[in-house]
T-cell receptor, first 112, second 113 residues
Framework: QKEVEQDPGPLSVPEGAIVSLNCTYSNSAFQYFMWYRQYSRKGPELLMY????GNKEDGRFTAQVDKSSKYISLFIRDSQPSDSATYLCAMSVVAAGNKLTFGGGTRVLVKP | DAGITQSPRYKITETGRQVTLMCHQTWSHSYMFWYRQDLGHGLRLIYYSAAADITDKGEVPDGYVVSRSKTENFPLTLESATRSQTSVYFC????????????FGPGTRLTVT
């Protein structure tokens, strides 16, 4: 079983809809929780990060962490075609020397 | 050019050949990483380096060799390429203490025939 699980999708939504993405994990030592966005044939780029539990909002994006359930979520409001990409969750233990453990990624397609 | 660059961007090689993928970053970040990305597996860490002359294995190190003689460069060598090493390879870097943000290069698409 992988340490971080993520549904590969694809997730297809109409423009303007809310996109809901999530990951589950097994390692309770994870402290940083990140979401990376990857456009086709490009490298991933950091979208948001959360330290420990709670919510974080940045514009149309909201990240949630529920450490008791070992579950993290990313919501994209008012989705745009430019949000079409693969979204990867990533996690790290502070003592692990900047190493990240990634989920497999969810492909999102926002249709105009 | 500022940032993190990888070369070559595309490479086709034959089974058994030695191949070296190059990675260069201009930020003087302490940490550098090599990942491979395959369908169904996401990003898997091959090797990483905390500083010049300090390297360590990741999740899938077999068949790969790394070195880091200078902070800005982190080459990855496939000593004897196999078809299972056909993949997209990403180099990344991050600053000491900034565990949550890694900056990725554009990737090298490697095909082993």
């Amino acid at each position: 079983q992988k340490e971080v699980e993520q549904d590969p999708g694809p997730l297809s939504v109409p423009e303007g809809a809310i996109v809901s993405l999530n990951c589950t994990y097994s390692n309770s030592a994870f402290q940083y929780f990140m979401w990376y966005r990857q456009y086709s044939r490009k490298g991933p780029e950091l979208l948001m990060y959360t330290y420990s539990s709670g919510n974080k909002e940045d514009g149309r994006f909201t990240a949630q962490v529920d450490k008791s359930s070992k579950y993290i979520s990313l919501f994209i409001r008012d989705s745009q075609p430019s949000d079409s990409a693969t979204y990867l969750c990533a996690m790290s233990v502070v003592a692990a020397g900047n190493k990240l453990t990634f989920g497999g990624g969810t492909r999102v397609l926002v249709k105009p | 050019d500022a940032g993190i660059t990888q070369s070559p961007r595309y490479k086709i090689t034959e089974t058994g050949r030695q191949v070296t993928l190059m990675c260069h970053q201009t930020w003087s970040h302490s940490y550098m990483f090599w990942y491979r990305q395959d369908l169904g597996h996401g990003l898997r860490l091959i090797y990483y380096s905390a500083a010049a002359d300090i390297t360590d294995k990741g999740e899938v190190p077999d068949g790969y060799v790394v070195s880091r003689s200078k902070t800005e460069n982190f080459p990855l060598t496939l000593e004897s390429a196999t078809r299972s090493q056909t993949s997209v390879y990403f180099c990344a870097s991050s600053d000491l203490g900034i565990a949550y943000e890694q900056y990725f290069g554009p990737g090298t698409r490697l095909t082993v025939t």
